[in-house]
């Protein structure tokens, strides 16, 4: 129906607004309303909007009261699904092996080698090998393995690729010295040899990075998705007053504001054992019994809502990423409108990609570049965009499994990124992504305190699917 009447609206070179199409939809008969509409206001106007249907349906006797059309509510049809290939759940194959770590450092650099080649500013590139005799400028594509400051201010980088390895040099007088540099991550380099064929001069740094240009799309789409994460339930510092008042909020209210999705990004039991003295900080001491009461929160949400449920840190699952989803050991009590997914994972809802990654890469970023902090998570996440991956730098405070695919890479650039872990709250839009930090439901613990970290709990953001407004509910006050 959704096309014919669109259709008939586009022979008459007119175009509808998505509340008017909704509106339209909801009629009894929308193909009869259509004609009437356009026979009507076919002569006034190209883009019809809401107000113009109110209007017309306000100043024609000829509609009966109980005929008009009402402004539905919401759709309702949870389009939400797992992309595939995005999940690691039921397809780890890494056993740890030399080879392993070799498939999986492959996959990433070329995979990445791949997105830079495609910026319209880079053009051809040549190999490492070759780079360094021909004597001219050129361009390279390498992951770097080492990076230092020289005592003369300078900045070298040591790259490879899989025909070789050279040192960067990029002078303190280069327009890129300023450039931001962690280990393992990917970046093409334009420059030339020096005159003893020992150095690469670099004169400007790429990454993989979103397209400039892109911008939100907006959609016919109602529907919003708001974020939960880091609930952790169990510990003793959990905030259920402020998580009940967040319940009451959403059985009021989500229906009529069509918040039709809901995400939980990891960590969403406090978990056991976990970090120094942390039973005496459980309120549950007893895995099971935290997912069990997690279990009963989650049935407390309304049930037109369908809820995705990722894993984090303190999750009982494997701690090197990417990790499967929970097991059923622990989940089969949720109820049935729960999808159990993957960290990190891919999240198609009504037609919006999302990626939701738990963050505990950010402990990662934040020790390795001087500029980044707890406090401002958001722009570590931009980072990870830049880079077009999620945890660059190996050997550190995340654990990764070497899977023959790098799961982390950032392959299809999301409408929507979020991510928990630092207990923040905030968002940033990079080039038409809507970057979100899920905030927490659990106060300051004595091992936040002892280490100068002030979380910033209670806070649900919401996205709109159709428009891309960004809302940060607060449920402290």
Same mark, same amino acid.
């Given at each position: 129906?959704?096309?014919?009447?669109?259709?008939?609206?586009?022979?008459?070179?007119?175009?509808?607004?998505?509340?008017?199409?909704?509106?339209?939809? #909801?009629?009894?008969?929308?193909?009869?309303? *259509?004609?009437?509409?356009?026979?009507?206001?076919?002569?006034?106007?190209?883009?019809?909007?809401?107000?113009?249907?109110?209007?017309?349906?306000?100043?024609?006797?000829?509609?009966?009261?109980?005929?008009?059309?009402?402004?539905?509510?919401?759709?309702?049809?949870?389009?939400?699904?797992?992309?595939?290939?995005?999940?690691?759940?039921?397809?780890?194959?890494?056993? %740890?092996?030399?080879?392993?770590?070799?498939?999986? @450092?492959?996959?990433?650099?070329?995979?990445?080698?791949?997105?830079?080649?495609?910026?319209?500013?880079? %053009?051809?590139?040549? #190999?490492?090998?070759? $780079?360094? *005799?021909?004597?001219?400028?050129?361009?390279?594509?390498?992951?770097?393995?080492?990076?230092?400051?020289?005592?003369?201010?300078?900045?070298?980088?040591?790259?490879?690729? =899989?025909?070789?390895?050279?040192?960067?040099?990029?002078?303190?007088?280069?327009?890129?010295?300023?450039?931001?540099?962690?280990?393992?991550?990917?970046?093409?380099?334009?420059?030339?040899?020096?005159?003893?064929? +020992?150095?690469?001069?670099?004169?400007?740094?790429?990454?993989?990075?979103?397209?400039?240009?892109?911008?939100?799309?907006? #959609?016919?789409?109602?529907?919003?998705?708001?974020?939960? #994460?880091?609930?952790?339930?169990?510990?003793?510092?959990?905030?259920?007053?402020?998580?009940?008042?967040?319940?009451?909020?959403?059985?009021?209210?989500?229906? +009529?504001?069509?918040?039709?999705?809901?995400?939980?990004?990891?960590?969403?039991?406090?978990?056991?054992?976990?970090?120094?003295?942390?039973?005496?900080?459980?309120?549950?001491?007893?895995?099971?019994?935290?997912?069990?009461?997690?279990?009963?929160?989650?049935?407390?949400?309304?049930?037109?809502?369908?809820?995705?449920?990722?894993?984090?840190?303190?999750?009982?699952?494997?701690?090197?990423?990417?990790?499967?989803?929970?097991?059923?050991?622990?989940?089969?009590? @949720?109820?049935?409108?729960?999808?159990?997914?993957?960290?990190?994972?891919?999240?198609?809802? =009504?037609?919006?990609?999302?990626?939701?990654?738990?963050?505990?890469?950010?402990?990662?970023?934040?020790?390795?570049?001087?500029?980044?902090?707890?406090?401002?998570?958001?722009?570590?996440?931009?980072?990870?965009? *830049?880079?077009?991956?999620?945890?660059?730098?190996?050997?550190?405070?995340? $654990?990764?499994?070497?899977?023959?695919?790098?799961?982390?890479?950032?392959?299809?650039?999301?409408?929507?990124?979020?991510? %928990?872990?630092?207990?923040?709250?905030?968002?940033?839009?990079?080039?038409?992504?809507?970057?979100?930090?899920?905030?927490?439901?659990?106060?300051?613990?004595?091992?936040?305190?002892?280490?100068?970290?002030?979380?910033?709990?209670?806070?649900?953001?919401?996205?709109?699917?159709?428009?891309?407004?960004?809302?940060?509910?607060?449920?402290?006050?």
């Amino acid at each position: 129906m959704r096309s014919e009447v669109l259709s008939a609206a586009a022979r008459k070179n007119l175009f509808f607004s998505p509340d008017v199409l909704e509106i339209i939809l #909801s009629n009894s008969d929308p193909m009869a309303f *259509t004609n009437t509409i356009l026979a009507t206001l076919s002569e006034s106007a190209m883009f019809i909007e809401k107000k113009d249907i109110i209007d017309f349906i306000a100043g024609d006797s000829s509609i009966a009261p109980e005929r008009a059309p009402a402004v539905p509510k919401n759709k309702r049809h949870s389009d939400m699904v797992v992309v595939p290939g995005t999940d690691i759940t039921g397809d780890s194959t890494c056993e %740890g092996k030399i080879a392993d770590f070799a498939a999986y @450092f492959k996959n990433r650099f070329f995979v990445l080698k791949r997105m830079i080649e495609k910026r319209r500013d880079f %053009g051809a590139s040549v #190999s490492i090998s070759r $780079a360094v *005799t021909l004597g001219r400028e050129a361009r390279i594509i390498g992951m770097i393995y080492e990076k230092k400051e020289t005592k003369n201010g300078h900045t070298t980088l040591s790259v490879e690729d =899989e025909t070789g390895s050279c040192t960067v040099l990029i002078s303190k007088d280069s327009p890129c010295s300023g450039e931001m540099f962690v280990n393992d991550e990917v970046v093409g380099i334009s420059g030339k040899p020096s005159a003893r064929g +020992d150095l690469f001069i670099a004169d400007k740094i790429f990454r993989p990075d979103v397209p400039a240009g892109r911008v939100w799309t907006p #959609s016919d789409s109602v529907a919003s998705v708001a974020f939960l #994460s880091d609930i952790h339930v169990g510990s003793s510092t959990f905030l259920e007053k402020q998580w009940k008042n967040m319940i009451d909020w959403l059985k009021t209210n989500a229906y +009529d504001m069509d918040i039709d999705y809901l995400i939980l990004p990891g960590d969403v039991v406090d978990g056991i054992g976990i970090f120094p003295g942390q039973e005496e900080e459980l309120r549950i001491a007893d895995i099971y019994g935290q997912y069990e009461k997690l279990g009963e929160y989650i049935k407390e949400i309304p049930d037109h809502i369908r809820i995705a449920l990722q894993p984090g840190n303190h999750d009982a699952v494997r701690l090197a990423e990417p990790q499967p989803a929970l097991s059923k050991i622990f989940t089969k009590d @949720f109820d049935s409108n729960v999808i159990m997914a993957g960290n990190p994972v891919n999240i198609e809802i =009504e037609g919006r990609t999302l990626l939701s990654y738990h963050g505990k890469s950010i402990d990662d970023w934040v020790a390795s570049v001087q500029k980044l902090n707890y406090d401002d998570p958001i722009n570590v996440m931009r980072e990870m965009l *830049t880079r077009r991956h999620l945890s660059p730098m190996y050997g550190g405070k995340t $654990a990764m499994a070497p899977e023959k695919k790098d799961y982390l890479v950032i392959e299809k650039v999301p409408d929507i990124f979020v991510s %928990g872990h630092v207990h923040g709250a905030g968002k940033m839009d990079h080039r038409g992504v809507k970057i979100i930090n899920a905030s927490a439901w659990q106060s300051q613990t004595s091992y936040q305190k002892a280490h100068n970290f002030n979380p910033n709990p209670a806070i649900m953001p919401i996205v709109h699917l159709g428009t891309g407004t960004v809302t940060l509910k607060d449920f402290t006050k």
